[in-house]
């Protein structure tokens, strides 16, 4: 195992952690990846964020291939793999059921513009990917396509999911998407939210990409 690989087992471990810490996250329901080569790391099925340790990741091939000696992946692993596959512009995904996301998923109700942070997920608004089973070939076809072009959509009856360029990236927005559908939620029960229009939007999307600090 080379140093990078130990780096992102290590992370995908704090990942965890930090999801299960900020509520993000219960039990044994989430899911952590990141790119190694053409394959992937991704967390094992069935481990709570307590339990869990660098040595559990599972190394999945671009064939989705991995150890039988180890552990065995989440269930989730073929969305999480082509994600990574799909999307060059990312390096690691993070799936988690939080708890108002869940609950607009479950109300098949995107996340519109109703404030200017929508806007991390990449997109003017967060989509709901159409539901499918869990671990499923369909359920991974349903989430790339809702994610193109964008990091963030809610699964219907399900989550949600980030893909992004890195794996702190990944959980910075997965937070804000609750943060985001925890406001969405509270502007429906006094009458809905007052939105921003789509140039707003655009605008604010361009201000993104200059905001922050400039990477030395």
Known sequence: MDEQEAKLREQI??????????GLNRGTSGNVSARLGDGALVTPTG?????????HIVRLAADGSYDPAGMKPSSEWLMHLKLLQLRPDTNAVV????????????????????????AVSGGASIPVA??????????????CEAL???????????GQIVAAPSLKAALLIAEEVEEQAAIY?????????????DDEMMRIADRFRSYGQKKK
């Open 13 to 22: 471990v704090e990942v965890m952690a930090a999801m299960d810490a900020r």
């Open 47 to 55: 481990v709570p964020p307590s339990s869990l340790k660098p040595e």
């Open 95 to 118: 799936h988690c059921h939080s708890r108002y996301a869940t609950t607009l998923a479950c109300a098949n109700r995107p996340i519109p513009a109703l404030h200017y942070m929508v």
């Open 130 to 143: 159409p539901y499918a089973t869990f671990g499923s070939a369909e359920l991974a076809e349903t989430v």
């Open 148 to 158: 193109a072009g964008q990091y963030a959509t809610l699964m219907a009856n399900h």
């Open 185 to 197: 939620w509270g502007t429906l029960a006094i009458g809905g939210p007052s939105l921003l229009s």
